[in-house]
């Protein structure tokens, strides 16, 4: 199994501006995740990243809202741009070498915005 | 509408008790099936996964599950469960033909002394 990990872990970011969330895998993964977990909700997806192809987004999440890089099969990076309130969430990123086989996910970035 | 459905939004056990919690799916095909746990402010942790073959299979912390084709469901069940068991149980699938997983909307396990 792989062990992901992201970074930061939580923090408390003031509306219009931008976090990046750092996701690093300890093998290569051909496939990345993020999700998005609003208090006491689900887990949504947000994009699947592939290494050397653009994110592929979920209907109603955008790039210029959501940007999301891949640069190599270890790790991914996920912005929250001008946020606001209501992006206040947990966001975890999750990978796996493809979808006959489970995916890993992160402990897990508690974003909060005030 | 495609989806995937955890029918109880807590459930309440009471320790050495047995467990089983639903999980219904309305896709065509038999999707790959999975069971996640989210405990307190941590992340997700496979319990265990159907791809084919066996429709019981064994998980982690003594879990298993079985997949009923005609029933589109696969269900969690754990014969005697334990005070650390407390947690979010996700039941999720990947449809035939997608590349993304498909989160159920959650159960919440509470277990009682």
């Known amino acids: 199994s792989a062990v992901i990990s992201q970074k930061p872990s939580r923090d408390i970011c003031q509306r219009g501006t931008s976090l990046t969330i750092q996701c690093q895998v300890d093998?290569?993964?051909?496939?990345m995740f993020w999700y998005r977990q609003q208090p006491g909700q689900s887990l949504t997806l947000i994009a699947t990243a592939n290494q050397g192809s653009e994110a592929t987004y979920e209907s109603g999440f955008v790039i210029d809202k959501f940007p999301i890089s891949r640069p190599n099969l270890t790790f991914s990076t996920l912005t929250v741009s001008n946020m606001s309130p209501e992006d206040s969430s947990i966001y975890l990123c999750?990978?796996?070498?493809?979808?006959?086989?489970?995916?890993?996910f992160g402990q897990g970035t508690r974003l909060t915005v005030v | 509408a495609q989806s995937v459905t955890q029918p109880d939004i807590h459930i309440t056990v009471s320790e050495g008790a047995s467990l089983e919690l639903r999980c219904n799916y309305s896709y065509g095909a038999t999707p790959y099936l999975f069971w996640y746990v989210q405990s307190p402010g941590q992340g997700l942790q496979l319990l265990l996964k159907y791809f084919s073959g066996d429709t019981l299979v064994q998980g982690i912390k003594g879990f298993e599950a079985e997949f009923k084709r005609s029933q589109s469901s696969f269900n969690l069940r754990k014969p005697s469960v334990h005070w650390s068991d407390a947690a979010e149980y996700f039941c999720?699938?990947?449809?035939?033909?997608?590349?993304?997983?498909?989160f159920g909307t959650g159960t919440r396990l509470l277990v009682s002394p």
């Open positions: 093998s290569q993964v051909t496939m």
């Open positions: 999750g990978g796996g070498v493809g979808m006959n086989t489970e995916a890993f």
């Open positions: 999720a699938v990947v449809p035939t033909g997608f590349q993304k997983l498909v």
